[in-house]
């Protein structure tokens, strides 16, 4: 707590934090004989090797102004970025203390048992963090460019204690992606005084230095562990990426690219970075769990409203910021799941995103809210599968064949037929699960039963 000082403190410019931390790091890797100029296991495209590296991930200065609040209910009146209040924010819970009707697991998690800074009512500023120095054990493994343990990343201050860094802040967005009843925890690192450009309010544009943590809790429900902590950094060159995998006494986190089966024979699989792509490419910035719906009601920690207060958007509009999913409960939950699930990831229209060509596209787009008829997903009622839409070894196929959803006939929508099967690629989601989530099924079920011609559907296609 230490690294932390109130608000009250004297607003003097720190220097640059280490949101260079990479570069510090790099440098020690370089001093010590790494290297960082290429990257084939990392990096934001596909050549792997952002010549950025870790020197494109220079400095920010600190704000003085800007302020936003966490989820944690406490005011703290902060200076210059999102910051943590004074409470524990490390203990990892499925969904940040409120429902979601994405629906993961509600099981509690052990706690890493560490608590951020910041004095009651007072603020835990940027200009009252201190600059986070890497161990200077800390090194980058030959050939990548990131380092090759959590605590080089700047997620803690102090590894032995598992105390967060200054300004790192826990969140959890309104509704979740189903990773078979893991629970999982997410941080978020943004420059001092940056802001994230959200012209385009469906795909948001971050500054370089950004951060992003991501853990996962595996093993059975009341005894799960921290598996992994999965890592998104933002580099001059784009998105830096890569998986932490904890050894089994939860005393270090190695990088881990190639993905891990079984990890701890939980049955949790960790993803390799292809893997991370696949989902991940859906949007040109990568960041799948922050949009104004994912941010809007509902989430924790950190909202869009925070960050609008914070001054931290680009030019927007506010109306943004209580974006109404369209529909009654049933209509709301079903597609609010499906842009959380299948939408922010693979059923969109960017232009790398792998189900571009299912023409199915499942993502709540700001533009398109004015009815549920008038969602990408209402789109795929009565719409026949693409032509390289997978379903030859589901059970129980209806003669007359599928389409992506029909009105009042679950048996016939091939959405929903994917979503309950397991154990091939025709699962959907076909990674990032082995266990169908039932609470998922359930909502999308109920709404194609609801889809009757008296609340304005089409009537089902032969
Ligand atoms: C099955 C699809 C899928 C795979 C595979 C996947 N992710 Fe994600 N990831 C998501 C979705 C969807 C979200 C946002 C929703 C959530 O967090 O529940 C997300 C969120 C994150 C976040 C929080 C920031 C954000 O984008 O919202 C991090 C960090 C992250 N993922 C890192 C990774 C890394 C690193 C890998 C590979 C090792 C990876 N992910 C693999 C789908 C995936």
Known sequence: MTHVRSGSAPRERTKALCSSLL??????????????????GEGGDDSGSPSAGGAALTS?????????????????????????????????TASGGTSTTAGTSTSTTTSTGTTTGGGAGGGSGWDGCDEFVPPSDCTIPEGLVLPGELRCTGLYSNWDERTLRCGVTAYAPAYELWSDGAAKQRYVWLPPESTIDVSNPDDWDYPVGTRFWKEFYVGPEGNQKL?????????????????????????????????????????????????????????EEFILGWDFIMLGPGATGVTAQNLADAGQFGEFDPAYLNPAIPGDAVEQAALS????????????????????????????????????LSTGAAAGINQVPGSNAMFSDLPD????????????????????????????????????????????????????ESMTEERGYPAAAE
């Open 23 to 40: 570069l510090c790091a790099a440098s020690v890797a370089v001093a010590s004989g790494g290297a960082c100029s290429s990257a084939p």
């Open 60 to 92: 920010s200065t600190v704000s003085s102004s800007a302020s936003v609040t966490t989820g944690s209910g406490a005011s703290a009146s902060t200076t210059g970025n999102v910051s943590t209040t004074g409470t524990a924010t490390s203990t990892a």
């Open 227 to 283: 598996g992994e902590t999965r890592f998104l950094v933002r580099a001059e060159a784009g998105w830096l990426y890569t998986a932490y995998v904890w050894n089994e006494a939860g005393t270090e986190a190695n990088q881990i690219n190639e993905g891990v089966e079984d990890l701890f024979g939980s049955g949790h699989s960790v993803p390799s970075r292809e893997q991370c792509k696949t989902c991940h490419n859906g949007r």
């Open 337 to 372: 799941y499906l842009h959380a699930n299948c939408g922010v990831s693979c059923h969109n229209t960017t232009l790398d995103a792998t189900a571009l060509p299912s023409g199915l596209y499942l993502r709540l787009e700001l533009a398109a809210l004015d009815s549920v």
């Open 397 to 448: 196929q209806p003669p007359e064949g599928y389409y992506d959803f029909r009105p009042l006939d679950p048996d016939r929508s091939l959405v929903l037929a994917r979503m309950t099967f397991r154990g091939s690629e025709t699962a959907m989601p076909p990674i990032g699960t082995h266990v169908a989530h039932q609470a998922g099924v359930d909502m999308v079920r109920a709404w194609i």
